[in-house]
């Protein structure tokens, strides 16, 4: 008999809860800590720490016998980049307009059904050719309150968009959040005539992002780019923030195979 797809191995399941709640705390745990929170004998959690001190998914200090994140995780975050090889091309404009603007530059991904994945963040304070990677857990935007977001949703087809704005719980994250769903409908509509994203004090307050979305040979978006504008930021400079951007995505959507017609 074929085993239900959705099946998960119990003991597996709670020994990827200690590494989540090791990354969760940022600091690092004690065996009673830990054997507290996960409410496991300490014979078998010994033997998954154990497990995981060996295969470097997790740290043991020598001195005080605490735990901490180790370094696979760390390579396996660094990994996930590789899924989106097009990342470097985005990752290169992304930089030229940071510099340029002296403002900072995100690349990310949209996760179903509501959350962004920022893969890359770009600096006025990078050194020349680097950038700061960030991982999902430690940077994760709800997709309904960021420009990054919004540019994956308001390219969806309308009952696409419905059945994934559906999905979402619209939390007032500040006084400007959408939280009614028929509302922000309307204004990704409106933001998809635009050609671009916007996002005011809607994640968090004083915080304002313009941002567009990158479309593959599918037609989808597949990468987004945005940008966090300061309070020094003028009308004149955002509109010519917008255009760079709206040349970044026809410029990168065109090598990735995407042809408007």
């Known amino acids: 008999m074929e085993q239900n797809a959705m099946t998960t191995l119990k003991s597996l399941d709670r020994a990827l809860e200690l590494i989540d709640v090791l990354e969760q705390a940022g600091k690092p745990m004690s065996v009673a800590e830990l054997g507290k929170i996960l409410e496991v004998n300490r014979t078998t ?3 998954t720490l154990n497990t995981f001190v060996a295969r470097d998914y997790l740290e043991k200090d020598p001195t005080t016998g605490f735990y901490s994140i180790g370094l696979k995780p760390v390579e396996i975050g660094l990994g996930y980049r590789r899924k989106y090889p097009f990342i470097q091309m ?3 404009q992304a930089l030229q307009i940071s510099r340029k603007w002296n ?3 995100n690349v ?3 996760r179903a059904p509501d959350r962004v994945i920022v893969l890359s963040a770009h600096s006025p304070g990078s ?3 680097t950038s700061y990677l960030f991982f999902p857990s430690n940077i994760n935007f709800p997709a309904y309150a960021s420009s990054l977001g919004k540019a994956f949703l308001c390219e969806l087809e309308d009952e696409e968009l419905r059945a994934t704005l559906d999905k979402m719980p619209l939390l007032p994250l500040t006084e400007n959040t959408y939280t009614d769903k ?3 409908f309307q204004h990704l509509r409106e933001l998809k005539q635009n050609g671009y ?3 005011d004090n809607e994640y968090m307050d004083n915080i304002r992002c313009l941002g567009v979305g990158v479309k593959d040979h599918t037609k989808r978006v597949v990468a987004g780019m945005s940008v966090v504008l300061t309070p020094f930021i003028d009308d004149e400079q955002r509109k010519q923030i917008i255009s760079e951007l709206i040349s970044v995505k026809s410029l990168i959507s065109y090598n ?3 042809h408007n017609h």
């Open 90 to 92: 985005m990752d290169a």
């Open 197 to 199: 994203c916007y996002e």
């Open 127 to 129: 050194a020349p050719g």
């Open 103 to 105: 403002l900072q530059v």
């Open 45 to 47: 959690l010994y033997a």
């Open 256 to 258: 990735l195979g995407y």
């Open 108 to 110: 990310g991904v949209f």
């Open 182 to 184: 028929t509302a922000l």
